[in-house]
């Protein structure tokens, strides 16, 4: 945050004595000049997300199904418990499962994109094209990635099978999609090669900013490759490891896409997510108001982790 | 060592790309035979022919074109004056309180907002439009103002200074003497918000109903309900939704790196 807010002393000064000219012969100064142009952002941002999410949260405690509007009074917190004590689904497994997905894309993607960002730190002939064809996925869409896994992984024709079939590593084809035992993992493994390019970036160019004289003078010390890596090189970008962490937490938590491409929850919901649970709420059910209550759900799982993180963090000088 | 990494790194990124590819081109068929054939015997644009032909992916491809293009310029504009704004904006506290409603922005899950977006709109009877759908899109403005925040904030103000000087207006100074210097950051903060308008799926099937008003994401997303679309056809769909930002990514690439690091690195 500290760097973010800095503000140049000297432009301070200039600011203070240039007046503008406003349409009615007042004089107005810059500082207010520049406050208007950040009220269409505001302006937009209001209508599109503040209003809304205020109306959302209003939502969750109100009785709201599109298929029965003859009462949508306030009924306290019944969206709340319908959805947390609903029969066909456990709400702790859900939980459990959103956990899972969330953990394990993260560890992967980082593990695999700071791998990826040290082996193409220094440059090597075609460093750029090799870049295009590593980080291009993150450019794709969460649902077309996961309609090209669904089909990788599909349990008759899909290339996963023949790979390991033709190896000798499995007798029969595995149903990955639709063995509650393979769902979970089918996913996550689509959701790390989605994000492993997004890690590689931010942390690639976080190594180019560490100085070259810390592993220079390291090297006179006789600190060895890995030594290196653990007392220079991660303690250096330990912040930006820490933000984009945190970034991350709340997009993978908000995005189903590529779940709802591949298995839309299943088999036996046991890639139900919260962010599924919602779409199923408001697509398939039309029930708004038990699909708002998971919204405010999620909203307040990541605000607590987030005030956590950040207290836990701060010790890492995190710059959001 | 580092090459194998490098190449098992590049194998995997490039694989499930290849073989969607590889389906698209093989015939119906060929697509349901096992053992898997890795080449297709006789490579065919049937897939492709089908997909716009009966499909009328061609109409479905225009629209989103017309939506992500239009959004994201509104978009861009809007976040270059923000931006901008906000990079000169010299109250200490009142900035911290801008780039704390910024960032809430990202916090709040997308879902919790549609019901009251398509309740808003319908109730203005403004749903089912393309236009619409693009204004929706463009009004997602805040990364893109972070971004833009940044970018300007490594252009010393003596430029705009020597500009109004010369008798230029604030507005004046921005469009005439910083956007040129801004140029890399004005392609990065257009792709990015291009590629998150046009993969955007959701929100789509909310507001959009009728047939003529489809675009790409919500196309595909029919395919898989529709019985009778096989993978050869779907194959060809994803691979045709997918070039638009792929050539976005690969133009912009450069940019997008920088503006992205930038952005949600330095804040």
Redesign the interface.
């Known amino acids: 945050?500290s760097?973010?807010?800095r503000?140049?002393e000297g432009?301070?000064g200039?600011?203070h004595g240039?007046r503008?000219w406003n349409g009615f012969g007042r004089p107005i100064g810059?500082?207010t000049?520049?406050?208007?142009?950040?009220v269409?952002?505001?302006v937009?941002?209001g209508?599109?997300?503040y209003?809304?999410?205020l109306?959302?949260?209003v939502?969750a405690f109100r009785q709201?199904n599109m298929l029965n509007l003859s009462n949508t009074g306030f009924n306290g917190l019944a969206n709340f418990s319908a959805v947390i004590l609903d029969v066909h689904v456990s709400f702790l497994r859900i939980l459990l499962n959103t956990f899972v997905w969330v953990a394990a894309s993260l560890v992967f993607q980082f593990v695999?994109g700071f791998?990826?960002a040290l082996?193409?730190r220094s440059p090597f002939p075609g460093r750029?094209l090799?870049?295009?064809?590593?980080?291009?996925?993150?450019?794709?869409?969460?649902?077309?990635i996961g309609?090209?896994?669904a089909?990788?992984f599909n349990g008759?024709?899909g290339?996963a099978n023949?790979v390991l079939?033709?190896a000798g590593l499995i007798e029969r084809p595995i149903g990955f999609l639709s063995d509650p035992r393979f769902a979970m993992m089918s996913v996550i493994v689509a959701n790390v090669?989605y994000g492993?390019?997004?890690f590689a970036?931010?942390l690639?160019?976080?190594l180019q900013s560490v100085p070259r004289e810390l592993y220079e003078s390291a090297e006179v010390e006789g600190a060895g490759q890995v030594r290196q890596l653990f007392s220079i090189t991660i303690p250096y970008v330990m912040p930006?490891i820490v933000?984009?962490l945190l970034?991350r937490t709340?997009w993978i938590?908000?995005f189903p896409?590529i779940i709802y491409?591949m298995t839309s929850g299943g088999p036996v919901n046991t890639t139900t997510i919260l962010?599924i649970q919602?779409?199923n709420k408001?697509?398939q059910e039309y029930d708004?108001g038990q699909?708002?209550a998971i919204?405010?759900i999620?909203?307040g799982i990541?605000?607590i982790y987030?005030f956590f993180y950040l207290k836990v963090s701060a010790r890492w000088e995190v710059?959001? | 060592m580092?090459a194998i990494?490098?190449l098992l790194?590049?194998g995997?990124?490039?694989a499930?790309?290849c073989?969607?590819i590889v389906?698209s081109l093989k015939n119906t068929k060929e697509?349901?035979?096992?053992?898997?054939l890795y080449f297709p015997s006789q490579p065919t644009l049937e897939s492709y022919h089908r997909l716009f032909s009966f499909a009328k992916f061609g109409l479905y491809f225009r629209n989103s074109l017309v939506v992500s293009v239009l959004a994201a310029a509104g978009a861009l504009i809007?976040?270059l004056?923000?931006g901008?704004?906000?990079s000169?904006?010299?109250?200490?506290r009142?900035?911290?309180l801008?780039?704390l409603?910024?960032?809430f922005?990202?916090?709040?899950?997308?879902?919790?907002?549609?019901?009251?977006?398509f309740?808003?709109l319908s109730a203005l009877r403004l749903t089912d439009s393309l236009w619409v759908l693009a204004a929706?899109y463009?009004?997602?403005?805040?990364f893109g103002?972070i971004m833009a925040k940044?970018f300007f904030d490594r252009i010393p103000?003596s430029i705009e200074?020597a500009a109004?000087i010369d008798g230029c207006?604030?507005l004046q100074a921005l469009f005439r003497v910083i956007l040129p210097v801004t140029l890399p950051g004005i392609v990065a903060i257009f792709s990015f918000s291009f590629?998150n308008i046009?993969?955007e799926?959701?929100l789509a099937?909310?507001l959009l109903s009728s047939e003529s008003n489809v675009v790409v994401?919500v196309a595909?997303?029919s395919f898989?309900s529709k019985a009778g679309v096989s993978?050869d056809v779907?194959?060809a769909g994803?691979v045709v939704?997918?070039l638009p930002?792929?050539i976005?990514?690969?133009v912009g690439?450069?940019f997008i790196?920088?503006g992205?690091?930038e952005g949600?690195?330095?804040?």
């Not at chain 1, 000049?33 to 950040?38: E, G, K, T």
């Not at chain 1, 090799?130 to 077309?144: I, N, T």
């Not at chain 2, 000169?88 to 200490?92: C, I, N, Q």
């Open positions: 945050m760097q973010m807010l503000v140049d432009k301070a200039v600011d240039r503008v810059r500082n000049v520049f406050l208007w142009m950040l269409p952002v505001f937009l941002l209508l599109r997300i209003v809304p999410v109306q959302g949260i939502l709201y695999l791998t990826l082996l193409i750029g090799y870049a295009s064809f590593v980080f291009y996925a993150w450019s794709l869409s969460g649902f077309a309609l090209i896994w089909w990788l008759q024709f290339v023949d079939l033709r090669w492993v390019p997004f970036i931010m690639l160019a976080a930006t933000s984009t970034l709340m938590m908000n896409d491409g962010a919602m779409i408001i697509f708004y699909g708002s919204g405010v999620i909203m990541l605000f987030a710059r959001l | 580092r990494l490098l790194f590049l995997f990124a490039v499930p790309l073989w969607i389906t697509i349901y035979t096992f053992p898997l809007v976040s004056v923000g901008f704004g906000l000169r904006y010299t109250a200490e009142g900035k911290r801008i780039l409603g910024l960032y922005t990202q916090m709040v899950p997308g879902f919790l907002l549609m019901v009251p977006l309740n808003m929706v463009g009004m997602m403005v805040a103002t940044s103000p200074e109004l207006s604030t590629v046009w993969n799926l959701f099937v909310m994401p595909l997303n898989i993978w779907l194959s994803i939704s997918l930002t792929i976005v990514f690969s690439q450069k790196i920088a992205l690091t949600s690195v330095k804040g």
